[in-house]
C-alpha cells in the first residue's frame, strides 16, 4: 500500500532563517506531488505542483521553493522566512491527473 | 483559467435539516471534479468524485455544466458531517496535473 509522510509536524522558525520541509511517498513511483498552504478564509492554496522528475510548476509568487530531489520526495524550502509565511503546508500526491490525491499529516509553521 | 468557487465560508444546520454545499468552477474544458473532506484532526480525504456517480455517506454530487456548478447534497444532515469541505477541480493540457481546490465550507451541523 501507498503511504505519505511529511516532516516535522511542528515548527517554529526566526523571521530570515532558511526553511526545508520534506515529504517523501512510499509504494508508488512516479507519482504527482503537491505542495498546498491551508489559512483560515483563503481555504487551499496551490503552491507547486510535480508531474515527474524536474517538473515543478509553481502557481504563486513568493518567497518559497520546491525541488524534487527523488521521484517520491518534494521538497518545499526558502532562503529567508518572512512573517507572513506562516501557516499550514500540506503535502499531497496522486497516481496521475484525474484520480484520487492523498495527503500528508501537515506542518504547521509559525514563524517569529 | 481554471477556478473552484465556493461562496458559502460557513454554514449551519441542524440536524434531520437538508444541506448543500455550493461549487462553482470555470473551465474551458471537459472538468474532472471531487469533493474532499476534512474532519477535525483527521487528514483531508476524498469524498466523492462527479465521474464516479455514487452516493457516499448519503452524499452526492451532480455536475450541471449549463451552470458550471457541482453541488454537493444531502437529504438528512447528521452531527458526524460537520467538518470543512473542499471542491476541487483537475486540470488537463497545458494544466495538466494542476488540482486546485475552493475555498472551503465549513459546515456545522446543530442537534
Known amino acids: 500500500s501507498q503511504t505519505i509522510h511529511q516532516w516535522p509536524a511542528t515548527l517554529v522558525q526566526p523571521v530570515g532563517s532558511p526553511l526545508s520541509l520534506e515529504c517523501t511517498v512510499e509504494g508508488t513511483s512516479n507519482p504527482n506531488l503537491y505542495w498546498y498552504r491551508q489559512a483560515a478564509g483563503r481555504g487551499l492554496q496551490l503552491l507547486f505542483y510535480s508531474v515527474g522528475i524536474g517538473q515543478i510548476s509553481s502557481e504563486v509568487p513568493q518567497n518559497l521553493s520546491a525541488s524534487r530531489p527523488q521521484d517520491r520526495q518534494f521538497i518545499l524550502s526558502s532562503k529567508k522566512l518572512l512573517l507572513s509565511d506562516s501557516g499550514f503546508y500540506l503535502c499531497?500526491?496522486?497516481?496521475?491527473?484525474?484520480?484520487?490525491?492523498?495527503f500528508g499529516q501537515g506542518t504547521r509553521l509559525t514563524v517569529v | 483559467a481554471q477556478r473552484v468557487t465556493q461562496p458559502e465560508k460557513l454554514l449551519s444546520v441542524f440536524k434531520g435539516a437538508p444541506v448543500e454545499l455550493k461549487c462553482n468552477y470555470s473551465?474551458?474544458?471537459?472538468?474532472?471534479l471531487f469533493w474532499y473532506v476534512q474532519y477535525s484532526r483527521q487528514r483531508l480525504q476524498l469524498l466523492l468524485r462527479?465521474?464516479s456517480r455514487e452516493s457516499i455517506k448519503g452524499f452526492t454530487a451532480d455536475l450541471n455544466k449549463g451552470e458550471t456548478s457541482f453541488h454537493l447534497k444531502k437529504p438528512f444532515a447528521q452531527e458526524e458531517d460537520s467538518a470543512m469541505y473542499y471542491c476541487a477541480l483537475w486540470g488537463s493540457g497545458t494544466s495538466y496535473g494542476k488540482l486546485t481546490f475552493g475555498q472551503g465550507t465549513i459546515l456545522t451541523v446543530h442537534p
Open positions: 499531497a500526491w496522486s497516481f496521475e491527473a484525474g484520480t484520487e490525491a492523498f
Open positions: 473551465y474551458s474544458g471537459s472538468p474532472e
Open positions: 462527479h465521474i
